[in-house]
């Protein structure tokens, strides 16, 4: 890992681990099928051709595996640009104590099979 990646990780709240499973982001009337990127405690992130706006207000579906489905209100924090799509980051509003726990079981299920494997 780069510094400058090492500084990132260090600045961001709660962890956050790969999330490469589809979900579902409703925006302005339209549902959207788009692939996660990762997860953490405080946001999701993922990639979308969608163009949305700074601060946009989104609701987000997804299934934490072994876990629950969630439909989570959510508010756009970052974008990425990519040559064919954008890469959004966006902060999760106000989340039950299940889904933290899920997302930190998860989080911790993934840092451990990483860490197994090494």
């Given amino acids: 890992m780069s510094g400058a990646a090492d500084s990132y990780q260090l600045r961001r709240k709660f962890p956050r681990k790969s999330f490469r499973k589809n ?12 692939q996660g990127v990762e997860i953490g405690e405080g946001g999701i992130s993922f990639k979308s051709d969608f163009i949305l706006d700074e601060n946009q207000k989104i609701i987000v579906n997804f299934f934490i595996s072994d876990g629950d489905f969630f439909s989570v209100r959510t508010t756009l924090k970052n974008k990425q ?6 890469v959004y980051g966006v902060s999760f509003d106000d989340i039950s104590i299940a889904l933290k726990r899920q997302i930190r079981a998860y989080v911790a299920r993934k840092v ?3 860490y197994e494997m090494i």
Avoid: I
Avoid at 81 to 86: E, G, N
């Fill in 23 to 34: 979900l579902t982001f409703l925006c302005r009337g339209q549902a959207s099928v788009v």
């Fill in 81 to 86: 640009t990519s040559a064919d799509h954008y």
């Fill in 112 to 114: 451990a099979t990483r």
